[in-house]
């Protein structure tokens, strides 16, 4: 296996839906780096394919062409390689925040952060550790206990973070984590986003298309019609 020091490296990246008359190119040789501790965002509009970038990048869609890099590792070189355990690799390397919650509603927050861990062979008394010091970090200790239905949106939202960081994850990826926030709380969000990048050394990747909420970032990558055409470091105009 190649390794470098990248958490994610993306090479000529292109995804085509479909075949022949009805094929559609949702992404076209996009390229990228991201190095841990790095909080970037993917930013363009609806239908720009930053989401199906994303979903390449978690080992959901398998790309038609190019290479991927998770954490130094090659998995994919004009398709998924052969001998790498996609399951295992977004078990151990990844962390997934999504638009919507998907908190499961008859587990508490914190058994919602435990599952998470349960799934990759975490003892019970250790993930319940795990889950109760991720919770306090985000200001939700006294929230532990609660169903999904008796939290807020943005309660909701910080428990997603917590799953998404309770197996120590090297990269996490974020689809628009945000849209179904306010203002202030999506803001929130973003900042926390920023801390933990730094605390925790993983690369977050952030898909939005509200420049607003990018304020702080490391990096902006700009996506239209599938291809990323171009890309800022903080303080650059």
Known sequence: MVKNSCAVEVK?????YGKGDTAVTALKNASLKVMPGELVAILGPSGSGKSTLLTCIGLINEPTHGALLIDGVVVADEGWLTGIDLKQMRREKLGFIFQ?????????????????????????????????????????????????????????????????????????????????????????????LKKLAVENNSAIMVVTHDQRMVEGFDRIYHVSDGRIVGDSELGEE
């Open 12 to 16: 000529n990246l292109t995804k085509i």
């Open 100 to 192: 919507a919650h998907n908190l499961i509603p008859f587990l508490t927050a914190q058994e919602n952060v435990m599952v998470a861990m349960e799934i990759n062979g975490v003892t019970r008394s250790c993930a319940k550790k795990r889950s109760s010091q991720l919770l306090e970090l985000l200001n939700l200790g006294h929230r532990a206990a609660h169903y999904p239905t008796s939290l807020s949106g943005g309660e909701s939202q910080r428990v997603a973070i917590a799953r998404a960081l309770a197996n120590y994850p090297k990269v996490i990826l974020a689809d628009e984590p945000t849209a179904a926030l306010d203002t202030e709380n999506g803001k929130n969000v973003m900042n926390l």
